[in-house]
């Protein structure tokens, strides 16, 4: 603890008037901070109403003109976007469900059950952490190749729920919950199973809830792995499809492009609005280490 | 234990024959609990990690034949001019990246953490944190474009009568844009972390800081800091291996193929994985990303006990 030493005559508050300037100081540089931060979403849908021969406008053009929102049913024609957004939920969705069941059964067994080498295990669980995805991605692909997973979503499923984060997080959670519950619920005869099931799990559903978000967006707007392991048009998932379209289009039609993006960031940026409290908590909580 | 009497010093009597039974089954019950993740860490994290071990010594391209080539893969990565760039690439991104976001974050974090309308604030900063890597490499190539086709050099010449340099063309700014727009992307992420820091720090022990006489920044070095200290060093670690592990930005925002100046380490393990199919040399890449990764947390773990404050 740092000793603050006591200063005799200790100042008196600060006058309101400097303090109300600074007050107005710090709206002034968050709010500009804030521009900048949004800065690049109003670019993005102000190009993406823009026609091709616009890009060439020199000096350039900020606004529109005329403003062209046929470049969003044309981006959205040009590729298989309503077949992406669906291959991304239902494997975001997948990902959710068995990372949160079979991390939430690992946190149980590290948080309430005893038996040897415990705690070594959950060591080498939270050192695997440090092993970056790029160097297990080749031998992982040619194991996938040899299963005949390559170019279809189980690469994607199967291998994504293995999550030593989420078993920490969740097991932070498990250990807050009282012990008495669970040795009440043994008296009435309950065994491990119906103790995970019926006691542990339901006092821990906020913490379910924030890794779910986590592992969803996650999974979302993951990009190296679908790079790697999908080929085939009608199995890629959104962020794949936008970087092959920008890809395609990207020096020659910003607007389309960038009508392209727009169309994959908005519905997430929805989402986001409408849960944001709980989003930025369970952020919060998964970057203080579940603390 | 709720229904187990703790067992008497001599073995053999019943109760520590019943405690011995139900730790037993306690093994058994762990295992079950235990088997998934297990199971599919040795699966898809152990076995392949072994495997990539075993690679790096091999030359393969994956149909033709194996064949032992020990060091080779090594000495020709760590020799190869491409690969040195690499490495530079990836020291200076996590230099530019970490001490810059971060520092930016904690000056939002506290600004803040002191104003009304943090909600409104909060969101419109992590807004870049929901967006996809993808989507926000593609935002920022039409902001960083060359010449006038570009917002930020069109506006820069003509407003401040610069030159500016070609941020994603010249292999001596890439690293950079690519720096800023990691930043960006990353700020909202670890300001939302510090806030929830700051809000650990009970109201009373800045209040008799300042009581004490404490002004501002005192309060802040000799408060404030130390009492978030721990998070501080855990977002630390967090933000060295990600950027160690950077990979999506790059690749879309600029291909690594066509500008050296952004081809870092993850690149350079994907360029020989899968655009070249040298396997071994792909692999060996790898495991000195992994090298490089554990020295790097070691040092922060080992300078962590004298800068971090862990008493609350």
């Given at each position: 603890?740092?000793v603050?030493?006591?200063?005799?005559?200790?100042?008196?508050l600060?006058?309101?008037?400097?303090?109300?300037?600074?007050?107005?100081?710090?709206?002034?540089a968050?709010?500009?901070?804030?521009?900048?931060?949004?800065?690049?979403?109003?670019?993005?849908l102000?190009?993406s109403?823009?026609g091709?021969?616009?890009?060439l406008?020199?000096?350039?053009?900020?606004?529109?003109?005329?403003?062209?929102?046929?470049?969003?049913?044309?981006?959205f024609?040009?590729?298989?976007f309503?077949?992406?957004?669906?291959n991304?939920?239902?494997?975001?969705?997948l990902n959710?469900v068995l990372?949160?069941?079979?991390s939430?059964?690992a946190?149980?067994?590290?948080?309430?059950?005893?038996?040897?080498g415990?705690?070594?295990?959950?060591?080498?669980?939270l050192?695997t952490?440090?092993?970056?995805?790029q160097?297990?991605v080749?031998?992982?692909?040619l194991?996938?190749?040899?299963l005949g997973?390559?170019d279809?979503?189980?690469?994607?499923?199967?291998?994504?729920f293995?999550?030593?984060?989420?078993?920490?997080?969740?097991?932070?959670?498990?250990?807050a919950?009282?012990?008495?519950l669970?040795?009440?619920?043994?008296?009435?005869?309950?065994g491990?199973?119906?103790?995970?099931?019926?006691?542990?799990?339901p006092?821990?559903r906020?913490?379910?809830?924030a890794?779910g978000?986590?592992?969803f967006?996650?999974?979302?707007?993951?990009?190296f792995?679908?790079?790697?392991?999908?080929?085939?048009?009608?199995?890629?998932?959104?962020p794949?499809?936008?970087?092959q379209?920008?890809g395609?289009?990207?020096a020659?039609?910003?607007g389309?492009?960038l009508?392209?993006?727009?169309?994959?960031?908005?519905?997430?940026?929805i989402?986001?609005?409408?849960g944001q409290?709980?989003?930025?908590?369970?952020?919060?909580?998964s970057?203080?280490?579940?603390? | 234990?709720?229904?187990?009497?703790?067992a008497?010093?001599t073995?053999g009597?019943?109760?520590?024959?019943?405690?011995?039974?139900?730790?037993?089954?306690d093994?058994?019950?762990?295992?079950?609990f235990?088997?998934?993740?297990?199971?599919?860490?040795?699966?898809?994290?152990?076995?392949?990690?072994?495997?990539?071990?075993?690679?790096?010594?091999?030359?393969?391209?994956g149909?033709?034949e194996?064949?032992?080539?020990?060091f080779?893969?090594?000495?020709a990565?760590?020799?190869?001019?491409?690969?040195?760039?690499?490495v530079?690439?990836?020291?200076?991104?996590?230099?530019l990246?970490?001490?810059v976001?971060?520092?930016?974050?904690?000056?939002v974090?506290?600004a803040?953490?002191?104003?009304?309308?943090?909600?409104?604030?909060?969101?419109?900063?992590?807004?870049?944190?929901v967006?996809s890597?993808?989507a926000?490499?593609?935002m920022?190539?039409?902001?960083?474009?060359?010449g006038?086709?570009?917002?930020?050099?069109?506006?820069?010449?003509?407003?401040?009568?610069?030159?500016?340099?070609?941020?994603l063309?010249?292999?001596?700014?890439v690293?950079?844009?690519?720096?800023?727009?990691t930043?960006?992307?990353?700020?909202g992420?670890n300001?939302?972390?510090?806030?929830?820091g700051?809000?650990?720090?009970?109201p009373?022990?800045?209040?008799?800081?300042?009581?004490?006489?404490?002004?501002?920044?005192?309060?802040?070095?000799?408060v404030?800091?130390p009492?978030?200290?721990?998070?501080i060093?855990?977002s630390?670690?967090?933000?060295?291996i990600?950027?160690?592990?950077?990979?999506d930005?790059?690749?879309?925002?600029?291909?690594?193929?066509?500008?050296?100046?952004?081809?870092?380490?993850?690149?350079?393990?994907?360029?020989?994985?899968?655009?070249?199919?040298?396997f071994?040399?792909s692999s060996?890449?790898?495991?000195?990303?992994?090298?490089l990764?554990?020295?790097?947390?070691?040092?922060?773990?080992?300078a962590?006990?004298?800068?971090?404050h862990?008493?609350?």
């Open positions: 603890m740092a603050i030493p006591a200063s005799p005559g200790s100042r008196r600060a006058s309101p008037g400097p303090r109300r300037l600074g007050r107005i100081g710090l709206h002034a968050l709010a500009a901070g804030g521009l900048l931060m949004l800065f690049p979403f109003v670019w993005m102000l190009t109403f823009k091709a021969h616009q890009m406008n020199t000096p350039l053009d900020w606004l529109p003109n005329p403003w062209r929102a046929q470049n969003y049913p044309d981006a024609g040009a590729l298989p309503a077949q992406a957004y669906w991304s939920f239902y494997i975001a969705v959710v990372t949160l069941f079979t939430a059964m946190a149980y067994a590290f948080a309430r059950i005893r038996f040897r415990s705690g070594l295990l959950f060591g080498l669980f050192a952490q440090m092993v970056p995805q160097v297990t080749v031998p992982l692909y194991m996938l190749a040899e997973w390559v279809s979503h189980l690469a994607l499923i199967v291998p994504g293995v999550n030593p984060f989420a078993v920490f997080l969740l097991r932070q959670f498990i250990r919950v009282p012990i008495e669970e040795e009440a619920a043994r008296l009435d005869g309950a491990r199973w119906t103790i995970f099931w019926r006691i542990v799990l006092n821990v906020p913490g379910l809830g890794l978000i986590i592992v967006l996650a999974s979302w707007n993951s990009f792995f679908p790079l790697i392991f999908l080929n085939s048009p009608e199995l890629a998932t959104v794949l499809l936008v970087s379209f920008a395609q289009h990207g020659t039609d910003y389309l492009t009508a392209a993006s727009a169309i994959s960031v908005i519905p997430m940026m989402a986001f609005l409408i409290r709980r989003i930025l908590n369970s952020m919060a909580m970057g203080l280490g579940g603390r | 234990m709720g229904v187990v009497t703790p008497r010093p073995t009597t019943r109760p520590a024959r019943a405690a011995e039974r139900v730790r037993n089954r093994g058994w019950w762990a295992a079950l235990l088997a998934p993740q297990v199971l599919g860490l040795l699966a898809f994290l152990v076995f392949p990690l072994g495997f990539a071990i075993v690679l790096a010594f091999m030359r393969w391209d149909l033709g194996k064949s032992w080539v020990g080779d893969n090594f000495a990565q760590l020799t190869d001019p491409e690969f040195g760039t690499a530079w690439n990836t020291v200076k991104l996590a230099l990246t970490v001490p976001g971060l520092t930016l974050a904690l000056l974090a506290l803040l953490n002191n104003v009304r309308g943090k909600t409104f604030y909060r969101v419109v900063y992590f807004l870049p944190v967006t890597s993808v926000v490499a593609v920022w190539q039409v902001i960083l474009a060359s006038d086709y570009g917002v930020l050099n069109s506006t820069l010449h003509r407003w401040f009568g610069v030159t500016p340099p070609d941020w063309d010249d292999p001596g700014w690293i950079v844009a690519i720096a800023v727009v930043i960006w992307s990353s700020l992420l300001v939302v972390i510090f806030l929830a700051l809000q650990t720090i009970p009373s022990l800045t209040e008799a800081a300042r009581i004490d006489g404490a002004g501002p920044v005192r309060v802040l070095r000799s404030t800091l009492m978030i200290s721990p998070t060093f855990f630390t670690v967090v933000a060295v990600s950027s160690f592990q950077a990979f930005q790059i690749y879309v925002l600029v291909n690594p193929d066509h500008n050296e100046g952004a081809r870092t380490i993850v690149y350079q393990v994907y360029d020989l994985g899968f655009q070249k199919f040298e071994g040399m060996a890449a790898a495991l000195i990303l992994l090298a990764t554990l020295i790097v947390t070691f040092v922060q773990f080992a962590q006990k004298r800068l971090v862990y008493d609350s």
